[in-house]
């Protein structure tokens, strides 16, 4: 919705920066709606514990208090159920156990930061002095805070529907086979790894209004989403009503990373509030209260054991997983850690015998959800940890082993064992680019150089593939329509949450047309479209692809109109650059000239499949043994993600990733205190957030695509990739520096205290 047009093709900018870096974008915080009024919640302040009373009489008296909502309310309106995507059976059919969760805690609290009490008031500030005066009384329960400890025998349990605290079992591949492989393999690798809790902390606070419109009985979210269509759905399931009873609004949403696919429960206590107060009711979210509220990601403890024959060909793989999903399940946290790695669970490797269990613990932590890559690089983080620590136990190089067992090129398209089909790519083309734009062969002089200056140097490989664009509704459209100013309007349900839809999405219509940029606007989320929200790299791929069918369809229903124009047989005209053209006469209309004269809507849509972008990401590290500090000393991410329709938003995307997936690998954590549940990590005083600068300061890129044949642009998909190589490449180039000093396998993050105590255990041992 911008009316900063000015010609960007030349610059690479993006279409929509005038607007966000002048202040002028509106975010969930930036809806005031006539009459609003404010709610702030009352959270847990202990991780497991009854509710024996909540007394909200000194918060009724304070002034400008008009209403505060408890457990009961919750109960009494029926909002207890929660949407989760996993409809699929688990192991020996088993289905996965949802447990009742009222969106406001009713009789019991199972994470610190539970809401289990709301307040409404004039303004935000009376709203919070009031949340302050609710008094609650707990009957303190055990905690516990680690999966493998919840599904321990004698294990606080969680909810009396999961016994064990087991959510879910899920297994993929073939237990036998991969058992067989192990006992015959001349070589076994085996490592377990901890891939840590992080809290996605996008920049924009998490913020909802919703005002319920009695005269259609519709109840209007003004929210920061991924796509309205989910929001919807979700919501609608919460609150039962039918999904057209919710209209969903949302423009500029800053940052997301999977957080703000799912509707929360906080959502369904605003359009109570709405509906019973008859106003609008508004909450923005704290910073410290995102922490302890916002899902958070990753959190799995994976034992994975690779097998290798005499000539160290993978043979079989093995993997017990267990994902912490925290006090209650998210709409996405047991997809992401049962199907996603269960899809790539062969890497870019033939490996005939391959078998994953997955098991989902319930746990007295911030429920996990859908975190950028979404169990992609967690899976990524697993088996590239194992290839590198299996070349460096048979002195092998790494990249040769990874080269040896590569799945060949005339292989694909490649089923694989996990009931995947890989499209077509060129495995040995991306890892031979890699090695040589990373100067492979010359690391040797540079280490010799840097242990010269006292320091350590590592080199770290990741070779990777992920699935994207799979989504939840049936088909993507697009609808277009020209105005009477000549201005070519494109809607999407698609959501950007800053990835620049509105300079791509322009630009493939824009080129498919040859009109000029400036003439294409991008909206999104104001029409109700069939759709899928952006999430999993799957933008461009679906609705992208859409944006060229229905700009070929513009073009089409464009040349009718423009006979009747020029007076000749719809079959004598012919269009090129912008222009429609009488076949054999000097007749001709431009299709902005004509979409002045003439307004006209035309809808695209397609169903797009899954595609499989996939790279090499090579990393040095560099460390100083007196303090442990790490520097990054160069990365090289050679990526085949299909065609690129404006490479300074491809980097951009792997950028932001490379330094979240670092981020990860080298401070960012979520702590839990063992005994009390308590976290320990909930401000940016104690969350280590990566720095602008701080870590990556230059992330070269080489592209080397193999066209998608899923989808009209040939597009794969970017938006995950630098996280699900960045993790891998970076802990193996860590693994390289320390190994030489007899440093056993560490797991993540590797920050200065953690590399320095192992490197001072090395010297003593």
Not at 139 to 156: F, H, K, M, Q, W
Not at 655 to 665: E, L, S
Request: with cysteine.
């Amino acid at each position: 919705m911008t009316d900063t047009h000015a010609s960007h093709h030349h610059t690479g900018a993006r279409v929509e920066d005038p607007r966000l870096v002048t202040g002028t974008g509106k975010y969930a915080a930036d809806w005031s709606l006539p009459g609003q009024v404010h709610a702030a919640f009352v959270r847990s302040d202990r991780a497991h514990a009854e509710i024996v009373s909540v007394n909200v009489d000194g918060a009724l008296k304070h002034p400008g208090v008009r209403r505060v909502y408890t457990g009961k309310d919750a109960v009494e309106a029926g909002y207890t159920k929660y949407f989760v995507v996993v409809r699929y059976p688990g192991r020996g059919g088993q289905h996965i156990i949802k447990p009742p969760r009222p969106v406001l805690a009713a009789k019991r609290v199972r994470h610190v930061g539970d809401a289990l009490a709301m307040v409404v008031a004039d303004s935000a500030a009376a709203a919070q002095d009031a949340a302050e005066l609710v008094e609650v009384e707990y009957r303190d329960l055990p905690v516990v805070v680690s999966a493998e400890e919840a599904l321990a025998s004698g294990a606080p349990q969680l909810h009396e529907e999961a016994p064990g605290n087991l959510a879910f079992d899920y297994d993929s591949g073939d237990e036998e086979a991969a058992k067989a492989a192990l006992a015959r393999a001349a070589h076994v690798t085996k490592l377990k790894l901890e891939i840590t809790r992080v809290a996605p902390n996008p920049m924009e606070l998490r913020g909802c209004t919703v005002r319920y419109e009695p005269k259609d009985d519709t109840y209007h979210m003004h929210v920061c989403t991924q796509g309205i269509n989910n929001m919807r759905m979700q919501t609608a399931e919460i609150i039962e009503v039918p999904q057209e009873k919710i209209v969903v609004h949302a423009q500029d949403v800053g940052g997301s990373f999977g957080q703000r696919s799912s509707a929360y429960p906080e959502y369904a206590m605003l359009a109570l509030a709405s509906k019973q107060l008859s106003r609008p009711v508004q909450w923005i979210s704290t910073r410290s209260e995102g922490f302890n509220s916002d899902t958070h990601g990753r959190a799995n403890t994976v034992t994975g054991e690779l097998a290798l024959d005499g000539d160290g060909r993978f043979i079989g793989l093995r993997l017990d997983w267990i994902a912490n999903m925290g006090g209650y399940l998210s709409a996405t946290g047991s997809a992401s850690h049962t199907r996603n790695p269960s899809t790539c669970m062969t890497g870019v490797y033939r490996i005939p015998a391959l078998y994953g269990r997955f098991r989902m613990a319930f746990t007295n932590t911030v429920p996990v959800a859908a975190y950028r890559g979404a169990g992609r690089p967690d899976i990524a983080y697993v088996i590239e940890r194992l290839v590198s620590q299996a070349a460096a136990e048979l002195k092998r190089d790494p990249a040769e082993l990874r080269r040896l067992n590569f799945i060949p090129t005339e292989a694909f398209p490649y089923k694989t064992p996990t009931g995947s089909t890989y499209e077509a790519t060129d495995l040995h083309a991306v890892l031979e680019r890699a090695l040589k734009f990373a100067d492979w062969k010359g690391f040797a002089a540079r280490r010799r150089k840097s242990e010269k200056a006292g320091k350590l140097r590592g080199l770290g490989i990741a070779t990777v593939i992920e699935n994207t664009g799979a989504g939840l509704f049936p088909k993507d459209t697009i609808e277009i329509e020209t105005t009477s100013a000549g201005d070519i309007i494109v809607y999407s349900v698609a959501h950007s949450q800053g990835q620049g839809h509105e300079t791509t999405f322009a630009m493939v219509v824009a080129q498919t047309l040859g009109v000029p940029l400036e003439r294409v606007r991008l909206r999104e989320g104001v029409k109700p479209l069939i759709g899928n929200h952006t999430g999993g790299s799957r933008s461009l791929v679906g609705a992208g692809s859409v944006c060229k069918i229905a700009a070929q369809k513009l073009i089409e229903q464009g040349k009718s109109l423009a006979a009747e124009e020029l007076e000749v047989e719809p079959s004598q005209v012919e269009y090129s650059k912008g222009t429609f053209h009488a076949r054999g006469s000097k007749k001709k209309i431009g299709l902005i000239e004509l979409a002045k004269k003439r307004q006209f809507t035309v809808m695209g849509e397609a169903t797009v499949g899954a595609t499989f972008p996939n790279g090499c990401h090579i990393s040095e590290v560099e460390i100083d043994p007196a303090t442990g500090l790490t520097r990054i000393c160069s990365y090289n991410a050679v990526d085949d993600c299909g065609n690129v329709i404006n490479h300074a938003i491809v980097e951009g995307q792997v950028h932001g990733a490379v330094t979240q997936g670092a981020g990860q690998i080298f401070g960012e954590q979520v702590v839990y205190d063992r005994d009390t549940g308590q976290m320990l990590t909930g401000s940016f005083m104690d969350y280590c957030m990566p720095r602008a600068g701080a870590l990556v300061r230059d992330i070269r890129m080489q592209d080397s695509p193999v066209p998608s044949a899923t989808n009209v642009l040939g597009a794969k998909g970017v938006g995950e990739s630098g996280c699900t190589a960045s993790m891998p490449s970076l802990a193996n180039a860590m693994m390289d520096a320390l190994r030489p000093l007899g440093v056993p396998p560490l797991d993540m993050p590797f920050t200065p205290a953690r590399v320095w105590h192992a490197i001072q255990a090395a010297k003593k041992a």
